[in-house]
């Protein structure tokens, strides 16, 4: 007897749903998909247990006749392609025909359609693969999906089920993940009879981010766009403030389709390069449009993944897009002041009643000096109404001032400075370093960097593999303005050094240099290259944490600030500059 069976297909669908159906969340994700497909304007998701006792996603689509509703669960069956050909040009979120059918046979589900054209609607329940027959039934226009007891009959499945709480949490990214590409749609999504999210299709993107996530986000988002070459992007690029230590907060879209991929995760760590620290993450919305037939959805059950066509060009024009939106734009960092509860009360008026007092003594004043006929009695009244004045003047801040500096050194380290509407304090190291970063890209990008020869050359060793590397690089090093002659066996002297970086070690700075062009591991192209020595150069030649700095110093700092093209940030990312606004810190002194 032969070894190789045919599978029934009950058991070729459960385990397609294997591959399909991984957890609650995906039930809801291919339900909503379906809804969407079906031109729905409402979708209505509501679940139980975390999606192990319940999932119902109900619509107001196009619905399904009796005979499609009864074809609907049955696998490999779907209305969204018709021909090979349409493979090459995928346009609806679904097109496979496994969903149904998987779910179907591994829960309790009933579904319930009805067409605007007709009388009744129909309904059909299939058991885990035991499909019943169709019946009719009372519903409104469109389609429920009820997904009862998942995995019940597959124990060793149901047991890989987390808590409750774990599974709403990915049933959650799921639905946010939808309603952010459908900001057209009325999404509603309820959890044990508990309202969760109700959205609006009137309110917009950025409303729809506040409902989601939080109004800090949606404020700290800067807008862009673009099309060229068939290729129309849209994005909300989040501050560097806003950052986070993992990718989650970054969404994109390919045609309505949420998606990972690596040519775009790279263009988007690209494009904030300099803004922040490497190992943040920025908040972005990205949302891309282009023709279906540039791009291969029919890569992986999930749908997740993609393959385009010229990942080059999508790479290319993503970076593009952002990085000029960023480079363009004042990433300043706003202070962050704790809330603090105030309840208005007569005392918080007391500069109002204390300046209506003042007025009434003025006007007292004035009242018991009449005019006067004597010399004497004349200068009498002269002198006190003087005295009083300048005592009004004083108690009411009204002396005038002598001129004084706008600014202060704190712990050697950060710049206090005032501005029109409050006070910015500034870290001098980070400031200083972009300045000299954007000299050094200038200087570069001009021609080679000046050099001074050195009194006394300072010698180094180095390696076959460093000796190689040196002169690989031997016309970057010239660029940057070093002089290296070879001073014996394994041995090279600096002869000159930049005098843009005068204020950093010969020595430590070019053996750090070498240590970079060997380092394989980076992987660094030629641009990038560059790039990373002028950080490391920046961040050598500045000006210290812990250096004391004289007035002039912090005027030519402060004024170098107003020339730099982005001096918010420094060439690493972090924020050179916090900003104080004077109603924030009235509201902290609970002067409002």
């Given at each position: 007897?032969?070894?190789?069976?045919?599978?029934?297909?009950?058991?070729?669908?459960?385990?397609?749903?294997?591959?399909?159906?991984?957890?609650?969340?995906?039930?809801?994700?291919?339900?909503?998909?379906?809804?969407?497909?079906?031109?729905?304007?409402?979708?209505?998701?509501?679940?139980?247990?975390?999606?192990?006792?319940?999932?119902?996603?109900?619509?107001?689509?196009?619905?399904?006749?009796?005979?499609?509703?009864?074809?609907?669960?049955?696998?490999?069956?779907?209305?969204?392609?018709?021909t090979s050909s349409d493979l090459r040009g995928i346009s609806t979120l679904g097109f496979r025909g496994e969903a149904l059918a998987s779910i179907a046979s591994v829960a309790q589900v009933r579904g319930v359609s009805k067409t605007k054209d007709s009388t009744s609607a129909n309904c059909v329940e299939i058991d885990c693969g035991n499909k019943g027959s169709v019946s009719p039934c009372s519903a409104d226009y469109g389609t429920t999906i009820q997904v009862r007891d998942l995995f019940y009959k597959l124990p060793a499945r149901r047991k890989f089920l987390k808590t409750a709480n774990t599974e709403m949490t990915h049933i959650t990214e799921r639905f946010i993940r939808t309603a952010l590409a459908n900001e057209n749609l009325d999404m509603t999504l309820y959890h044990n009879g508990r309202e969760l999210y109700r959205l609006s299709?009137?309110?917009?993107?950025?409303?729809?981010?506040?409902?989601?996530?939080?109004?800090?986000?949606?404020?700290?988002?800067?807008?862009?766009?673009?099309?060229?070459?068939?290729?129309?992007?849209?994005?909300?690029?989040?501050?560097?403030?806003?950052?986070?230590?993992?990718?989650?907060?970054?969404?994109?879209?390919?045609?309505?389709?949420?998606?990972?991929?690596?040519?775009?995760?790279?263009?988007?760590?690209?494009?904030?390069?300099?803004?922040?620290?490497?190992?943040?993450?920025?908040?972005?919305?990205?949302?891309?449009?282009?023709?279906?037939?540039?791009?291969?959805?029919?890569?992986?059950?999930?749908?997740?993944?993609?393959?385009?066509?010229?990942?080059?060009?999508?790479?290319?024009?993503?970076?593009?897009?952002?990085?000029?939106?960023?480079?363009?734009?004042?990433?300043?960092?706003?202070?962050?002041?704790?809330?603090?509860?105030?309840?208005?009360?007569?005392?918080?008026?007391?500069?109002?009643?204390?300046?209506?007092?003042?007025?009434?003594?003025?006007?007292?004043?004035?009242?018991?000096?009449?005019?006067?006929?004597?010399?004497?009695?004349?200068?009498?009244?002269?002198?006190?109404?003087?005295?009083?004045?300048?005592?009004?003047?004083?108690?009411?801040?009204?002396?005038?001032?002598?001129?004084?500096?706008?600014?202060?050194?704190?712990?050697?380290?950060?710049?206090?400075?005032?501005?029109?509407?409050?006070?910015?304090?500034?870290?001098?190291?980070?400031?200083?370093?972009?300045?000299?970063?954007?000299?050094?890209?200038?200087?570069?990008?001009?021609?080679?960097?000046?050099?001074?020869?050195?009194?006394?050359?300072?010698?180094?060793?180095?390696?076959?593999?460093?000796?190689?590397?040196?002169?690989?690089?031997?016309?970057?090093?010239?660029?940057?303005?070093?002089?290296?002659?070879?001073?014996?066996?394994?041995?090279?002297?600096?002869?000159?050094?930049?005098?843009?970086?005068?204020?950093?070690?010969?020595?430590?700075?070019?053996?750090?240099?070498?240590?970079?062009?060997?380092?394989?591991?980076?992987?660094?192209?030629?641009?990038?290259?560059?790039?990373?020595?002028?950080?490391?150069?920046?961040?050598?030649?500045?000006?210290?944490?812990?250096?004391?700095?004289?007035?002039?110093?912090?005027?030519?700092?402060?004024?170098?600030?107003?020339?730099?093209?982005?001096?918010?940030?420094?060439?690493?990312?972090?924020?050179?500059?916090?900003?104080?606004?004077?109603?924030?810190?009235?509201?902290?002194?609970?002067?409002?």
């Open positions: 007897m032969g070894q190789i069976i045919v599978l029934d297909q009950n058991m070729v669908n459960m385990i397609a749903a294997g591959e399909v159906i991984e957890r609650p969340a995906s039930v809801v994700k291919e339900l909503m998909e379906n809804s969407i497909d079906a031109g729905a304007t409402k979708i209505t998701v509501s679940v139980e247990d975390g999606g192990r006792k319940l999932i119902s996603v109900a619509d107001n689509g196009c619905g399904m006749d009796g005979e499609d509703l009864a074809s609907a669960f049955e696998s490999h069956t779907t209305s969204k392609i018709k299709s009137k309110e917009g993107l950025r409303r729809r981010i506040v409902e989601l996530f939080s109004p800090d986000i949606s404020e700290n988002l800067i807008e862009t766009e673009s099309s060229e070459r068939e290729l129309h992007i849209f994005a909300l690029l989040g501050k560097p403030g806003i950052s986070r230590t993992n990718n989650k907060f970054q969404y994109v879209f390919l045609n309505g389709r949420f998606i990972r991929d690596k040519f775009i995760s790279h263009a988007i760590k690209e494009a904030y390069r300099g803004h922040l620290e490497p190992d943040r993450f920025p908040v972005i919305f990205l949302f891309i449009q282009m023709p279906c037939e540039d791009v291969d959805v029919n890569v992986h059950p999930t749908k997740i993944e993609v393959r385009f066509y010229n990942a080059n060009l999508v790479h290319s024009q993503i970076l593009g897009c952002l990085r000029e939106k960023l480079l363009g734009t004042n990433l300043e960092t706003g202070a962050k002041l704790p809330a603090i509860p105030y309840q208005q009360s007569t005392s918080s008026r007391s500069g109002s009643v204390r300046d209506q007092k003042i007025a009434d003594a003025m006007a007292d004043f004035f009242k018991k000096h009449r005019p006067v006929q004597t010399q004497q009695q004349f200068e009498h009244k002269a002198g006190t109404a003087k005295y009083e004045a300048r005592y009004q003047i004083r108690e009411r801040g009204y002396e005038r001032p002598e001129p004084q500096r706008k600014f202060l050194q704190i712990h050697d380290s950060f710049i206090v400075a005032q501005t029109d509407d409050g006070f910015v304090i500034i870290d001098q190291h980070a400031l200083h370093e972009r300045i000299i970063y954007e000299d050094l890209c200038r200087r570069m990008s001009a021609g080679k960097l000046e050099s001074q020869k050195l009194l006394i050359p300072e010698s180094f060793e180095l390696t076959d593999a460093q000796a190689d590397a040196l002169k690989t690089n031997a016309e970057l090093i010239e660029k940057l303005g070093i002089e290296l002659a070879p001073f014996g066996p394994h041995t090279y002297a600096i002869q000159a050094f930049p005098t843009l970086l005068a204020k950093a070690a010969p020595l430590d700075f070019v053996q750090d240099l070498i240590d970079l062009l060997t380092d394989k591991d980076a992987g660094l192209d030629a641009e990038r290259l560059l790039d990373e020595i002028l950080n490391m150069a920046a961040c050598k030649a500045a000006i210290k944490a812990g250096q004391k700095l004289s007035d002039s110093e912090m005027e030519q700092l402060l004024a170098d600030r107003e020339t730099a093209e982005r001096a918010s940030r420094c060439p690493h990312g972090r924020p050179t500059t916090i900003k104080f606004s004077t109603s924030d810190l009235e509201k902290q002194f609970k002067r409002t």
